[in-house]
């Protein structure tokens, strides 16, 4: 199990953009990005594969959100565009160390909170 320790939320306004970052302490198989919102259940926003470089997103993201990695940092990162007021929530990172299987590794949270 590795370390994950999460940066770079904030306030903003809607239109906005923030950049997260993740650092892992070790090598992990797969980094995504999850998050919660008041009062809702956390939900998947994407994932990258180390392996291919290739990342995942969920719908309501898509277009807006990119996820970058930097494998020699063992650090992702979520670059957030176009923000509106309902991606406002606490924004985990999580990390796995195999293809299938739970995240293992869970970061302490970062709040983003995108105002009207």
């Known amino acids: 199990q590795v370390q994950l320790v999460e940066s770079g939320g904030g306030l903003v306004q809607a239109g906005g953009s923030l950049r997260l970052s993740c650092r892992a302490s070790?090598?992990?198989?797969?980094m995504g990005w999850f998050r919660q919102a008041p009062g809702k259940e956390r939900e998947f926003v994407g994932h990258?594969?180390?392996?291919?470089?290739?990342?995942n997103y969920t719908d309501s993201v898509k277009g807006r959100f990119t996820i970058s990695g930097d494998n020699a940092k063992n650090t992702v990162y979520l670059q957030m565009n176009s923000l509106k007021p309902e991606d406002t929530a606490i924004y985990y990172c999580?990390?796995?160390?195999?293809?299938?299987?739970?995240?293992?590794?869970w970061g302490q949270g970062t709040q983003v909170t995108v105002s009207s």
């Open positions: 999580a990390a796995r160390s195999a293809l299938k299987g739970e995240y293992d590794s």
């Open positions: 990258i594969y180390w392996s291919t470089g290739i990342p």
């Open positions: 070790g090598r992990t198989f797969v």
